[in-house]
């Protein structure tokens, strides 16, 4: 028996996390209702579904919790191993098999690795769909790991290492990275480094599957031309030969360095990269809705954001200039990062730092904040252009548990934020002398607590 529980949703009333936060973009599209089903196998497999039958397409967006925060010292980077080695043959078809399969029957099928996650996706036409399913099921339960495949994707990650290496957005990450989090599986790198990549055998990659991928733990949103009536059989044939639970694993709360370091690496480029951020909010901090609403108005709101418009618009120093939120599941951060010359770089961070005393010091008009609410209320239904952002966002909701019915509150949450929220959260949180700020380049003027020499 497949058990299903709808629930009534209007496109254009919600919003999820940001990184998973950072995984959909979109273009407008019409006001739309339709119903996020909650489906149960007949083996007991759970999935959200909102069925779409105006295509004949189904995506599937599934993950389980343990990323490459999880990954052993000394075999950093296996997470994202086994995230590309996966579809690289399973059960009796190798790798080339796998991929002309898949190629012929026009299915895509890739899987991916994050700090807190591991998962992937799928989407096919409704005419393959039993292929696709079929396809994915090996590629989770019976993943081959043949010795050709697992030396071209290290191979692979071994030269976006060395690119990484070059290129200042990665160097700054990283640099702030480990300034911040210190040794916590948080600094270090989802890549890995050369040494621990060249240590991961097969064993290690078939250990990473038999621990992380379990029943128990598997979230799935699925979008598209399937009733609930197919999907359940669909979950059993797919996902039931996984183990029913998971290895435990912990991974300690992060407390992020805030103590207003400076750190210059130094690269011979005309132009520096700057990242800069302190400790945040976890997503179900109370304060996280206005949290959402005062970064918009800080950094967020493209265009319209302080940061924006005084050290952009009005002075013209740096090219982009943003921040952002980062509620990592054991580690929250409340970010930015900037992009400008190096004769430009002293004054940006000054007016960095200016605009986050501005905030602190509450002088946010009910005006802006209106504005605010108005631009994040508005603009949320366009995030949902096609069926695997939908897919994305079924899976974001369940991986934050946040509830069937959260897309039909979440703009309810945004309104109710007051300047009263605002302003005290921004005294709460917000610090101009908490800024960790890195900077990759050869920035002028700039006085600096640690100077890393040639980018060593």
């Known amino acids: 028996m497949i058990s299903i529980l709808k629930l009534k949703y209007t496109r254009g009333s919600g919003n999820f996390l ?26 007991g497999i759970e999935a959200w579904l909102v069925e779409d039958h105006s295509l004949p397409i189904v995506s599937v967006r599934f993950l389980f919790p343990g990323g490459a925060a999880t990954d052993p010292v000394g075999k950093e980077g296996l997470a994202n191993m086994v995230s590309g080695l996966l579809d690289e043959g399973a059960g009796d078809l190798d790798s080339l098999a796998f991929q002309t399969r898949l190629a012929d029957q026009s299915i895509s099928l890739s899987f991916d690795a994050t700090l807190d996650f591991f998962g992937g996706r799928m989407k096919t036409l409704t005419s393959n769909r039993d292929e696709a399913f079929n396809l994915l099921r090996l590629a ?10 697992i030396e071209r994707i290290q191979a692979q990650v071994l030269a976006g290492i060395a690119a990484s290496a070059n290129d200042p957005n990665r160097i700054a990450q990283k640099t702030f990275r480990e300034a911040v989090f210190g040794d ?13 990549i060249q240590m991961i055998t097969e064993a290690d990659l078939r250990g990473f599957v038999d621990r992380r991928l379990a029943r128990s733990d598997l979230i799935i949103g699925v979008v598209g031309d399937v009733t609930a009536a ?42 520096s990269r700057i990242v800069f951020g302190h400790r945040g909010l976890y997503r179900d901090d109370p304060d996280y809705y206005a949290a959402i609403v005062l ?65 602190q010091e509450s002088a946010i008009s ?11 209320i508005g603009s949320f239904g366009l995030r949902f252009d096609n069926t695997m952002a939908i897919a994305g966002t079924l899976v974001a909701v369940q991986f934050r548990d946040l509830g069937i019915d959260f897309l039909n509150r979440r703009n309810n949450l945004i309104e109710a934020v007051t300047l009263e929220d605002v302003q005290r959260i921004a005294r709460k949180i917000l610090d101009p002398t ?6 990759v380049g050869n920035p002028e003027g700039l006085l600096a607590t640690t100077v890393i020499a040639n980018g060593g």
Request: without cysteine; proline residues 8%; hydrophobic residues 40%.
């Open 140 to 149: 989770v339960t019976r993943p081959r790991f043949d010795s050709q495949p």
């Open 230 to 271: 197919e999907l359940g059989p669909l979950l059993d044939a797919t996902f039931g030969g996984l183990p029913e639970r998971a290895e435990p694993f912990t991974i300690p709360r992060a407390e992020p360095d805030s103590e207003g370091e400076v750190i210059i690496v130094e690269r011979n480029i005309p132009q």
């Open 295 to 359: 970064n918009h108005l800080l950094g967020g709101g493209s265009f319209t954001s302080w940061l924006y418009n005084e050290v952009r618009e009005k002075r013209g120093l740096a090219y982009s200039v943003l921040s952002y939120l980062l509620p990592l599941q054991n580690g929250a951060l409340w970010m930015g990062h900037a992009g400008t010359e190096n004769v430009a770089v002293s004054k940006s961070v000054e007016l960095i730092r200016e605009q986050w005393a501005r905030a």
């Open 366 to 376: 009910q005006e802006e904040l209106d504005g605010a609410k108005a631009n994040l």
């Open 18 to 43: 940001m990184s998973l936060l950072l995984m959909m973009g979109a273009a407008a599209t019409p006001a739309k209702a339709f119903d996020i089903q909650q489906v149960i196998s007949p083996d």
């Open 434 to 439: 908490a800024l960790t700020v890195v900077v």
């Open 184 to 196: 916590h599986p948080y600094s270090r790198s989802m890549k890995g480094t050369p040494e621990a």
